[in-house]
């Protein structure tokens, strides 16, 4: 089993910064890409970005400059730095990784945290 937690949600003022975290653990031989979604009231969930194994990143044209994704992969973590934040910014934001569980089998799996929330107001 593979278990993801997401946690530095806040209630933050426009303008402010926030860094998320996304902490993997369990049976883990390596993971692949990790990735940003997030979810607001009454809204689909989007993609914030994604980063590989190897560090390369793509984002969301709405967060492009203000948002930056990195990871630790000797901790298995995934951090997301927001600068700059908008009100249009809040929501529920979900981690998920592409996990390889055994060196043996060659299969992949997806795994999703349960969520942080992110509140940009006033």
């Known amino acids: 089993q593979v278990q993801l937690v997401e946690s530095g949600g806040d209630l933050v003022q426009p303008g402010g910064s926030l860094r998320l975290s996304c902490a993997a653990s369990?049976?883990?031989?390596?993971?692949?890409?990790m990735a940003w979604y997030r979810q607001a009231a009454g809204k689909e969930r989007e993609l914030v970005g994604a980063i590989t194994s190897g560090g390369s990143t793509n984002y969301a044209d709405s967060v492009k400059g203000r948002f930056t994704i990195s990871r630790d992969n000797a901790k298995n973590t995934m951090y997301l730095q927001m600068n700059s934040l908008k009100p249009e910014d809040t929501a529920v934001y979900y981690c998920?990784?592409?996990?390889?569980?055994?060196?043996?089998?060659?299969?992949?799996?997806?795994?999703w945290g349960q969520g942080t929330q992110v509140t940009v107001s006033s």
């Open positions: 369990g049976s883990i031989y390596t993971i692949n890409a």
């Open positions: 998920n990784a592409d996990v390889r569980p055994s060196p043996i089998l060659f299969k992949w799996y997806l795994y």
